[in-house]
């Protein structure tokens, strides 16, 4: 959920402190609220909130003191060293993706970090401006680990998510940057979707989940101001229904799941044919995707509410929870999305999940205070940033 910008004094410290006293009420909130417990069979573990702030500390520091010279992260860090030796990572440069992960995950841990998050920024604008105004891609760089998982053009949708929630004083001349890159990349996705709807492009072990960011990256982009084709955004929630409708009626007649032939066909992207299963063959990813997308707004979950509960049932099933049957980083990714769509609706149900998944995040970190995934998206930068975003619902925007 990211060159030092110069500011007439006065307002230096106005913009820093207005902003530090934000972070300050949001993480009192956080404090002062009380996480119960979580059921995990049947035991019943408590979770502190000193608890989730240690932890969301340790993740923090750790992606700050990996970031490279550039700005940038790559799977394990923003340099080669960094990377572990017994992890068969398929890039070791730094890339847009991961970059933009760790910035949106920073930009939640607090003001300190803001160096860190103008760095990012900086890395990640570079490429948007050097990128054709034509095709999807916003950057040369090619088979990182999150490409592969994730789909090709996770950097674009990736970058277009930070731009938009980019929430730190900068300098008129570098807001002015953002906005342009925002709207480049936001033209880049509206130009490029496919003609059912959805962004699952030039292949990857779970596209859906590209999508499902893509679409998130639009909405977010339409908050923040940023012109947005809503027919773009009604084929986007039309795929995500039909979505829904045809993994029931396949799974009800013992046909496969989610498979299908995605081609290019679009402006600058790939003809080349290629069959996946949009969500890898598994109903957490989809039904996650679903959950976010069809919960936006108070008429969406009015309209919704069938799918909505349908999904929300499943919530209690600990099978369908892990997901590939371990945690990768598609399964952090994927709480997330349940998290942002239960949230805006609150009550009981976002309460008791929100417990439940902070107890199980916490379990998983590793003693340096990073996240890995057990799974595909094994990269520590992923899926720490994902873990903080996670523990931060609080502290969004």
Excluded at 118 to 134: C, H, T, W, Y
Excluded at 236 to 264: F, H, I, L, P
Excluded at 318 to 324: A, D, L, R
Aim: glycine content about 10%; charged content about 20%.
């Amino acid at each position: 959920m990211k060159s030092v910008v110069t500011f007439v004094s006065l307002a230096l410290l106005g913009c820093t402190a207005i902003w530090a006293q934000g972070l300050s009420s949001k993480a009192s909130n956080r404090e002062s609220s009380v996480i119960t417990e979580q059921k995990t069979g049947a035991a019943t573990t408590p979770v502190a909130p000193n608890q989730v702030r240690t932890a969301i500390e340790k993740g923090a520091k750790w992606l700050a003191s990996v970031q490279g010279a550039d700005g940038g992260w790559g799977q394990d860090g923003g340099a080669a060293s960094h990377n572990r030796r017994t992890e068969s990572l398929e890039s070791q440069g730094n890339d847009v993706a991961n970059t933009a992960l760790a910035a949106l995950a920073l930009m939640r841990a607090g003001n300190q970090y803001r160096p860190n998050v103008e760095r990012a920024i900086d890395f990640i604008l570079q490429r948007v401006e050097a990128s054709p105004n034509d095709g999807l891609s916003i950057t040369d760089v090619k088979q990182t680990q999150i490409q592969r998982k994730l789909g090709p053009y996770i950097d674009t949708f990736l970058a277009s998510m930070l731009l938009a929630q980019v929430d730190i004083p900068l300098a008129n001349a570098k807001k002015l940057r953002v906005r342009k890159g925002l709207e480049k990349c936001v033209s880049k996705i509206e130009r490029n979707q496919k003609s059912d709807g959805s962004w699952n492009l030039g292949g990857g072990w779970a596209p859906l989940l590209g999508t499902s960011l893509a679409s998130r990256s639009l909405y977010e982009a339409s908050k923040n101001g940023v012109k947005v084709d809503q027919e773009v955004m009604a084929r986007a929630d039309t795929y995500t229904v039909n979505n829904q409708k045809e993994r029931d009626s396949a799974a009800g007649s013992g046909a496969g799941v989610g498979t299908g032939s995605v081609t290019g066909g679009v402006s600058g992207v790939s003809t080349t044919s290629v069959t996946v299963s949009a969500a890898a063959g598994v109903e957490l990813y989809q039904d996650a995707q679903a959950l976010e997308q069809l919960s936006r707004t108070p008429e969406d979950r009015k309209k919704n509410s069938k799918e909505i509960a349908a999904i929300n049932r499943k919530l209690s099933d600990s099978k369908f929870v892990e997901g590939y049957g371990s945690i990768g980083g598609e399964e952090f990714f994927s709480y997330l999305n349940i998290s942002d769509g239960l949230k805006r609706a609150g009550g009981k149900g976002w309460s008791e999940w929100y417990s439940k998944i902070t107890a199980k995040i916490l379990k998983l970190q590793n003693d340096d205070g990073t996240w890995a995934g057990h799974h595909c998206i094994t990269g520590r930068v992923a899926v720490t940033s994902a873990a903080i975003l996670n523990l931060t619902p609080d502290r969004e925007n």
